[in-house]
């Protein structure tokens, strides 16, 4: 069986399946995660991490998740016992290899401002989801108190899809290459 691609020259007829074709599974990117905080023990003080989560193509939807992983035998909504809060904007990389720009607020543009996280006390983390706004989304998470002993790890998990599409499987594989989210500082410990 053969499907046809459309081009300004007419369809062109490909093999089902053939690595320019849209056969075959969900496109979906989950790079590693990223350890942000440790939490280890009842410390105050003031830790800041900021972390970087390339958005390559503008076909693509961007998933950034902070997730708080309890440790063993630990709620899932350990995170709402802390202070954190988290800054998070897009960026659009200066010309000519210049210093990355901050260009919109996110969730709410109109904000401006670090929102807690967790919103609420049933929550366990937070999630945004956009269709490329920037060259990046950049985070910045401040912990301001851990007067709660509960151990675990605030974790950033991204995901990557086409927005409404399938992608030529060479497009994608050279999208995905770009898209490994990270730390701008160092991972915060608290003891």
């Known amino acids: 069986m053969r499907d046809a691609t459309e081009t300004d020259k007419g369809p062109i007829w490909e093999p089902r399946g053939s690595p320019s074709s849209y056969a075959g599974p969900r496109q979906i990117w ?20 900021r972390f970087r989560v390339p958005t390559p193509d503008s076909r693509v939807r961007t998933k ?28 659009e990389d200066a010309i000519n290899g210049g210093m990355p720009i901050p260009v919109t607020s996110l969730p ?12 609420h006390s ?7 989801e956009s269709v490329s706004i920037g060259d990046a ?17 605030l974790m950033l998990q991204a995901r990557y899809q ?14 995905v290459s770009q898209c490994n989210p990270g730390l701008l500082t160092a991972a915060a410990v608290i003891k």
């Open 137 to 153: 989304i950049e985070g910045t998470i401040t912990v301001t108190s851990n007067s709660n002993a509960a151990h675990g790890f």
């Open 30 to 49: 989950r790079p590693r995660p990223v350890t942000l905080v440790t939490f280890n023990g009842t410390t105050t003080g003031t830790k800041t991490v």
């Open 162 to 175: 086409p927005d409404g599409q399938r992608l030529p499987w060479d497009e994608w594989r050279e999208i």
């Open 64 to 91: 950034v998740a902070l997730i708080g992983q309890p440790a063993p035998g630990g709620s899932p909504t350990f995170l709402s016992l802390k202070t954190v809060t988290l800054l998070l904007q897009a960026i």
């Open 122 to 128: 049933q929550l366990g983390g937070f999630s945004y």
């Open 108 to 119: 709410d543009p109109t904000v401006g401002t670090a929102i807690a996280i967790p919103e």
